[in-house]
Nanobody
Framework: QVQLVESGGGSVQAGESLRLSCSAS????????VAWFRQAPGKNRETVVV????????SIDSSVKGRFTMSLDKAKMMYYLQMNNLKPEDTAMYYC????????????????WGQGTQVTVSP
């Protein structure tokens, strides 16, 4: 089974940057699609970005496009989310996730999850 562990969260001011990391283990086939989700208190879980590691392509949410970038290191089995020009509305718990086969925009389709890392952006 796939195991995921996030790190890199913290408290920053608006306009600053953070890079989140996700360490992965398990079969490559079970994490063909990797993704980042976020959830703020009282709000629904939101999809930030999904990426097909085999096809090396994916999709990113319009609210973070141009500011956030997902990357990966297959050799190290590491996934990253570079977050630039952070805004207060980006404040949330961020999760990395994975699933087998094709990617999905719905968090319900993902079978492996990390514990989450908190990102807090002050005005």
């Amino acid at each position: 089974q796939v195991q995921l562990v996030e790190s890199g969260g913290g408290s920053v001011q608006a306009g600053e940057s953070l890079r989140l990391s996700c360490s992965a283990s398990g079969n490559t086939a079970d994490r063909n699609c990797v993704a980042w989700f976020r959830q703020a208190p009282g709000k629904n879980r939101e999809t930030v970005v999904v990426h097909n590691t085999f096809l090396d392509g994916g999709s990113i949410d319009s609210s973070v496009k141009g500011r956030f970038t997902m990357s990966l290191d297959k050799a190290k089995m590491m996934y990253y989310l570079q977050m630039n020009n952070l805004k207060p509305e980006d404040t949330a718990m961020y999760y990395c996730a994975a699933k087998a086969d094709s990617c999905s925009w719905s968090f319900k389709d993902f079978t492996a999850w990390g514990q989450g890392t908190q990102v807090t952006v002050s005005p």
